[in-house]
């Protein structure tokens, strides 16, 4: 009856995962958790499916035995995959693990023309002038709607504000050109180019036959008169057929285009 007793209450004790520490036949687990934000986020580990959170860096003795490690989901972090571990009596087992930062945002590159204004240190900022990017800079930002800005360079005609939404995962390209200052009257022509897979693949447009191309959304600084408008061909993409617009004195022209499958 006593060897009965006895050996029910060690079956009780292995289905127990957790020890006291300092039992001497015991495995001992430590998980490390990477990065130190997704821990500071509340990022930690279990051996019993969640009812028990461990912390990174924390020891657990427990029988020895085979274990699933599973991880706590955090907000804005993957999730480890789970862990299948067999724990050998008095050895300490440590796994590493890393979060990963899910996406929460695009990104968002801006062309600045003609490449002369860039050379002399063009840019343009999103945070109202409180930090200034280079052309062709592409900038990591998160999810929302932004107002673009440009730098003042003597000489050139500041491009007009523009405003761009990004979604989570999107990556946005626009551009925007510099006017050099006409002596007289002058006018903006400014092209919008659709769908957006097509300005993704590289359609743009020109007011001179192709010798200089604009990307979609782009604003031209012209003498006011009438311009014949062409558009890039690209590959898998009917392009539109040119079109005359006529640039007005001190008024911005917008045109509309679309790419055709």
């Known amino acids: 009856m ?16 957790l ?4 039992t001497s036949w015991a495995g001992r687990l430590t998980v490390n958790i990477k990065p130190i934000e997704a821990v500071r986020a509340g990022a930690s580990w279990s051996v019993d499916y969640g009812r028990t959170w461990f912390k990174s860096g924390q020891a657990v003795e427990m029988p020895p035995g085979r274990y699933v490690v599973v991880f706590r989901e955090v907000p804005g ?3 480890p995959h789970e862990y299948n571990l067999q724990l050998e009596e008095r ?26 204004v860039t050379a002399m240190g063009a840019a343009w900022s999103v945070d109202n002038g409180e930090t200034w990017q280079p052309g062709g800079t592409v900038l990591d930002l998160p999810a929302g709607t932004y107002t673009i800005i440009f730098q003042t360079q003597g000489g ?18 626009v551009g925007s050109t510099y006017g050099t200052i006409i002596v007289g009257p002058s006018g903006v022509l400014r092209v919008i180019i ?5 300005v993704k693949a590289g359609a743009q447009w020109s007011v001179d036959e192709g010798h200089t191309w604009f990307l979609h959304n782009s ?16 590959p898998g993409w009917a392009a539109p057929l040119p079109r005359q617009a006529v640039v007005k004195k001190d008024k ?4 509309h285009a679309n790419y055709k499958r």
Not at 91 to 103: N, W
Not at 164 to 169: K, P, S, Y
């Open 156 to 173: 050139w005609a500041t491009p007009q504000p523009m405003t761009v939404t990004l979604a989570d995962g999107e990556s946005v390209e």
């Open 2 to 17: 006593r060897r009965r007793i006895f050996i029910l209450a060690f079956m009780a004790l292995l289905a127990a995962p």
């Open 19 to 22: 020890l006291a520490a300092g």
């Open 252 to 255: 911005e022209t917008k045109e």
């Open 194 to 198: 659709r769908p957006a897979e097509a």
């Open 77 to 79: 972090w993957r999730t």
């Open 91 to 116: 050895v300490r087992s440590t796994i590493e693990v890393e979060y990963a930062r899910l996406l929460r945002g695009g990104r968002l590159k801006v062309v600045l023309n003609p490449p002369e």
């Open 219 to 234: 604003g031209l600084r012209l003498e006011p008169g009438e311009y014949r408008i062409t558009f890039k061909d690209i």
